[in-house]
């Protein structure tokens, strides 16, 4: 697993990282963060085209039922 070492103060892997800190990381590359073992830090994300999503059905718009007086109002 490669190690980074963190050049900023950041939020990696559900963990508050310092500046200098090292530890290991396999998500994508990021601008602040630094390959310790000499590797070559992981690719650039590749953008996923966007699935189809089924369309949500249209809000119900509530009426008054014709005869019904609201409470309060006489």
Same mark, same amino acid.
């Given at each position: 697993? $490669? %190690?980074? %070492? /963190?050049?900023?103060?950041?939020?990696?892997?559900?963990?508050?990282?310092? !500046?200098?800190?090292?530890? !290991?990381?396999?998500? $994508?590359?990021?601008?602040?963060? !630094?390959? =310790?073992? &000499?590797? =070559? /830090? #992981?690719?650039?994300? @590749?953008? @996923?085209?966007? !699935?189809?999503? /089924?369309?949500?059905?249209?809000?119900?718009?509530?009426? %008054?039922?014709? &005869?019904?007086? $609201? #409470?309060?109002? #006489?």
């Amino acid at each position: 697993m $490669p %190690r980074y %070492r /963190a050049l900023e103060r950041c939020f990696i892997d559900n963990c508050l990282r310092n !500046e200098g800190d090292i530890f !290991e990381y396999t998500g $994508p590359r990021k601008r602040f963060l !630094e390959p =310790v073992d &000499g590797g =070559v /830090a #992981s690719p650039e994300p @590749v953008a @996923v085209a966007d !699935e189809p999503q /089924a369309q949500k059905p249209a809000k119900r718009k509530y009426t %008054r039922r014709a &005869g019904v007086v $609201p #409470s309060g109002d #006489s």
